[in-house]
């Protein structure tokens, strides 16, 4: 009698967030791209130019701006480009709305409820 063959899992790119540095799968997160215009948002994710990934949340956004988005496209972000940044950043949620937040523990100890 044959083997079964098990099942191959598919591979998942994963990425790191530079504001936070957490690792995700690549479709989770927000691709910026530095091209000859500048710095742009990539949804597609398959833009030409060097890329950075962020998370859908302000505080990421926040914290690359800073310094850490710059550095990881190995580019000068210009003004024009950083207000572009801040108003797509407008639109994102305070924080990332799930069922286990970044700076909670998984075992509280407490009973759900």
Same mark, same amino acid.
């Given at each position: 009698?044959?083997?079964?063959?098990?099942? /191959?899992?598919?591979?998942?790119?994963?990425?790191?967030?530079?504001?936070? /540095?957490?690792?995700?799968?690549? /479709?989770?997160?927000?691709?910026?791209? #530095?091209?000859?215009? &500048?710095?742009?948002?990539?949804?597609?994710?398959?833009?030409?130019?060097?890329?950075?990934?962020?998370?859908?949340?302000?505080?990421?956004?926040? #914290?690359?701006?800073? &310094?850490?988005?710059?550095?990881?496209?190995?580019?000068?972000?210009?003004?024009?480009? /950083?207000?572009?940044?801040?108003?797509?950043?407008?639109?994102?949620?305070?924080?990332?709305?799930?069922?286990?937040?970044?700076?909670?523990?998984?075992?509280? &100890?407490?009973?759900? &409820?």
């Amino acid at each position: 009698m044959a083997k079964a063959k098990p099942r /191959r899992t598919k591979h998942v790119p994963q990425r790191t967030c530079v504001g936070c /540095r957490e690792v995700l799968p690549k /479709r989770s997160l927000i691709r910026l791209v #530095r091209t000859p215009e &500048g710095v742009k948002v990539d949804p597609t994710g398959k833009a030409r130019g060097r890329g950075a990934y962020l998370h859908n949340q302000r505080s990421c956004w926040e #914290r690359a701006l800073k &310094g850490a988005l710059a550095q990881a496209l190995r580019t000068e972000i210009s003004p024009t480009d /950083r207000e572009q940044l801040l108003a797509f950043m407008a639109t994102l949620p305070e924080e990332e709305v799930t069922s286990q937040p970044h700076t909670e523990s998984r075992d509280s &100890g407490a009973p759900p &409820g």
